[in-house]
């Protein structure tokens, strides 16, 4: 059950809580990316509670390929099998269906994928995912779709929605029948739906009008961030959201940057995710409260500073700007772990600081200073 406690009056902000069997996650939420059970960087699952992670997300068909849904539904489901207690959320496979283009057959009944591992043949359609999801036992389960490309020709988005529309229909029915099976490893498991319509908002706002008939508990805005700039990808958010039901979260798949977030909520949207704070901070690609930063920059050699002195994170805490470079450059895990720690503990920092501006009321001065600051590079 989705709650919405608070609305901006300046801008489309929301504040709520989804109740789930796993715990309440308060909204807007920033969801840590563990593709295959774990976060990269040497990360685990009870980290995550210390750099104030709400969701793990996990894929679907990462962990199909290994180590198999089945072997972690005999291991009492993803919570078990990774030893996190809190929300989960399994994507569905269908951004494979986009990123795999050249290993997979689209078809009425599913898709047909040549696996990335060891190009066995996969079939995935609607039901299998739900199945899959299922084993996986996941607090939030995606529905199966089609994330088409930006750009795509006009009359193959439209087939490809109405197509999606249909497998949504098969991913509730599927997901219901299988919550009533004993032996389910979450018999409450959320499902959601996805709008696509590539970047025409016609076929968007129709998409929306079809899938919200479903009464799903939550919707997602899927096929952004994915070659679109990013202006364009506002314009379709802005143009979707007025057909979003008010009382059901929301969710901008894949996205992104601080700064997208921001803008993001600021649209109306309660859910992100994203692998870019785990996959830069490997590379020494840190985000802070004055703006972007590289710590392989020669400038902090010798800086014995934390990398935020505003931040709390385990990195910030104990060690200096010089200590983690040196450790990136050294190839050792344990500075790739401290700057995953860091970006992590600041996208859910950022999130918690956004809720509290809700709560407060001050959302849209919080929205216009940091607006400014987050995507620029730090000067200190």
Same mark, same amino acid.
């Given at each position: 059950?989705?709650? =919405?406690?608070?609305?901006?009056?300046?801008?489309?902000? !929301? +504040?709520?809580?989804?109740?789930?069997?796993?715990?309440?996650? %308060?909204?807007?939420?920033?969801?840590?990316? $563990?593709?295959?059970? $774990?976060?990269?960087?040497?990360?685990?699952?009870?980290?995550?509670?210390?750099?104030?992670?709400?969701?793990?997300?996990?894929?679907?068909?990462?962990?199909? #390929?290994?180590?198999?849904?089945?072997?972690?539904?005999?291991?009492?489901? =993803?919570?078990?099998?990774?030893?996190?207690?809190?929300?989960?959320? *399994?994507?569905?496979?269908?951004?494979?269906?986009?990123?795999?283009?050249? /290993?997979?057959?689209?078809?009425?009944?599913?898709?047909?994928?040549?696996?990335? #591992?060891?190009?066995?043949? #996969?079939?995935?359609?609607?039901?299998?995912?739900?199945?899959?999801?299922?084993? /996986?036992?996941?607090?939030?389960?995606?529905?199966?779709?089609?994330?088409?490309?930006?750009?795509?020709?006009?009359?193959?988005?439209? +087939?490809?929605?109405?197509?999606?529309?249909?497998? &949504?229909?098969?991913?509730?029915?599927?997901?219901? +029948? &299988?919550? %009533?099976?004993?032996? *389910?490893?979450?018999?409450?498991? =959320?499902?959601?739906?996805?709008?696509?319509?590539? *970047?025409? $908002?016609?076929?968007?706002?129709?998409?929306?009008?079809?899938? !919200?008939?479903?009464?799903?508990?939550?919707?997602?805005?899927?096929? /952004?961030?994915?070659?679109?700039?990013?202006?364009?990808?506002?314009?379709?958010?802005?143009?979707?959201?007025?057909?979003?039901?008010?009382?059901?979260?929301?969710?901008?798949?894949?996205?992104?940057?601080?700064?997208?977030?921001?803008?993001?909520?600021?649209?109306?949207?309660?859910?992100?995710?994203?692998?870019?704070?785990?996959?830069?901070?490997?590379?020494?690609?840190?985000?802070?409260?004055?703006?972007?930063?590289?710590?392989?920059?020669?400038?902090?050699?010798?800086?014995?500073?934390?990398?935020?002195?505003?931040?709390?994170?385990?990195?910030?805490?104990?060690?200096?700007?010089?200590? #983690?470079?040196?450790?990136?450059?050294?190839?050792?895990?344990?500075?790739?772990?401290?700057?995953?720690?860091?970006?992590? @503990?600041? @996208?859910?920092? &950022?999130?918690?600081?956004?809720?509290?501006?809700?709560?407060?009321?001050?959302?849209?001065?919080?929205?216009?200073?940091?607006? !400014?600051?987050?995507?620029?590079?730090?000067?200190?």
């Amino acid at each position: 059950m989705y709650i =919405l406690d608070k609305t901006d009056p300046r801008s489309a902000a !929301r +504040r709520g809580r989804l109740i789930t069997p796993h715990g309440v996650i %308060e909204t807007p939420v920033f969801m840590n990316v $563990a593709t295959s059970a $774990a976060i990269k960087g040497g990360v685990s699952a009870f980290d995550l509670r210390e750099v104030k992670c709400q969701v793990m997300l996990s894929n679907t068909y990462h962990l199909h #390929i290994r180590p198999g849904d089945t072997l972690i539904h005999g291991q009492g489901g =993803l919570q078990r099998f990774t030893g996190w207690d809190g929300p989960t959320l *399994t994507d569905s496979g269908g951004f494979q269906v986009f990123s795999l283009a050249g /290993l997979r057959k689209i078809k009425e009944e599913g898709v047909t994928f040549a696996s990335h #591992i060891d190009g066995r043949r #996969i079939f995935m359609g609607p039901e299998e995912s739900m199945r899959i999801q299922s084993h /996986l036992g996941s607090t939030i389960a995606m529905a199966f779709d089609e994330c088409i490309e930006n750009p795509a020709e006009y009359n193959y988005v439209k +087939r490809s929605c109405d197509r999606t529309a249909r497998w &949504l229909a098969r991913c509730k029915a599927e997901l219901a +029948r &299988l919550n %009533e099976l004993p032996g *389910t490893v979450n018999p409450g498991q =959320l499902l959601f739906g996805i709008n696509q319509g590539s *970047t025409y $908002a016609d076929l968007r706002i129709r998409h929306m009008e079809q899938i !919200r008939e479903l009464d799903l508990p939550g919707y997602a805005i899927g096929g /952004l961030a994915v070659g679109e700039e990013t202006e364009e990808m506002y314009r379709i958010i802005e143009a979707v959201e007025p057909y979003m039901p008010k009382d059901k979260p929301r969710y901008l798949m894949g996205v992104g940057t601080p700064l997208n977030i921001i803008e993001g909520v600021h649209r109306g949207i309660d859910f992100f995710d994203c692998v870019m704070p785990s996959r830069n901070a490997r590379h020494g690609n840190l985000f802070t409260w004055g703006g972007k930063m590289n710590l392989l920059n020669e400038k902090y050699a010798e800086d014995s500073r934390p990398i935020d002195e505003h931040c709390g994170c385990p990195a910030c805490r104990h060690h200096s700007r010089s200590y #983690i470079r040196h450790l990136i450059k050294a190839k050792e895990m344990l500075g790739m772990r401290l700057a995953v720690l860091h970006n992590l @503990y600041f @996208y859910n920092d &950022l999130t918690e600081k956004i809720r509290e501006a809700l709560d407060e009321g001050r959302y849209e001065e919080f929205y216009q200073h940091y607006r !400014r600051i987050l995507g620029e590079r730090n000067p200190d």
